[in-house]
């Protein structure tokens, strides 16, 4: 039970998180707010592992087990997360609704064959219901012609093609976390690899001179984005590690 509510904080936090991010791109690049809000978040993750003596502790995962959990987080933070910022950039956030739904039917399907959860009818209608919910809601000629109104260039190929490798990546990982921090009361340093295996990737792509010039370009109202953007995905993801150590991945990714 626990595990569902920590499941459903982090959804209300991600969608705050979205609706800010679907604001934020007009001033800050989809690439400069992956890079910015996983560098803040490391050292909070950092020191909350120590802080709950998790990172007291860590000689209680496997090798194994941190070379999945940061496989899962750059699956998770670029594979997922990025594509996600640049699928929202293309056609908003409301039309990749119904699309990043497949990541909570990868996620389950893996849950349910990999990893042996209870399968039951209960459970298979809320995913039935999860899934459809977004379809019925946003896959509408007239939800495009609202995003052409709030003055969105819709770019279709673009946003449906992110969306989609958004929507396999956050699948993958969400199995990959579950896998690996179920019943092991280690959610935060999980979080903590996660993070700083994608941040070092992300960070080693400012070697490219092109973003590096990006970062000039940036002006005051970045700073803010940044800022809103990192504290929400931050609350985010503790809520979310948090599920996974709690809770089956096919109810986790679901919620």
């Known amino acids: 039970m626990i595990g569902a509510l920590f499941a459903l904080a982090s959804a209300a936090a991600f969608g705050l998180n979205t609706a800010i991010v679907r604001r934020g791109v007009r001033w800050a690049p989809p690439y400069y707010l992956i890079i910015f809000s996983l560098t ?25 087990d941190y070379g999945l959990l940061a496989f899962a987080g750059v699956l998770n933070f670029i594979g997922g997360r990025y594509s996600n910022f640049m699928a929202i950039q293309a056609i908003g956030a409301n039309l990749t609704a119904p699309l990043r739904t497949f990541s909570t039917l990868i996620s389950a399907v893996l849950g ?25 809601a946003f896959s509408r000629p007239s939800q495009m012609k609202m995003e052409l109104k709030n003055g969105t260039k819709l770019k279709l190929v673009e946003g449906f093609s992110f969306s989609g490798v958004a929507a396999v990546s956050y699948g993958f990982a969400n199995f990959l976390l579950g896998y690996v921090l179920a019943g092991t009361s280690m959610s935060i340093l999980g979080a903590a690899v996660a993070h700083a295996a994608a941040a070092t990737v992300m960070l080693a792509t400012l070697a490219i001179p092109r973003n ?43 919620l």
């Open 212 to 254: 590096q010039r990006g970062i000039a370009d940036l002006g005051i109202n970045s700073l803010y984005v940044f800022l809103l953007v990192s504290v929400t995905m931050i609350s985010a993801q503790v809520l979310r590690f948090a599920a996974f150590e709690r809770a089956p991945v096919s109810v986790v990714a679901a």
């Open 40 to 64: 803040a978040a490391v050292p909070v993750f950092v020191v909350l592992a120590f802080i709950t003596g998790q990172g007291q502790r860590a000689g209680e995962l496997a090798a194994s």
């Open 112 to 136: 349910f064959t990999v990893l042996h959860e209870e399968v039951t009818e209960l459970r298979l209608l809320g995913l039935a219901l999860i899934i459809t919910a977004p379809l019925l």
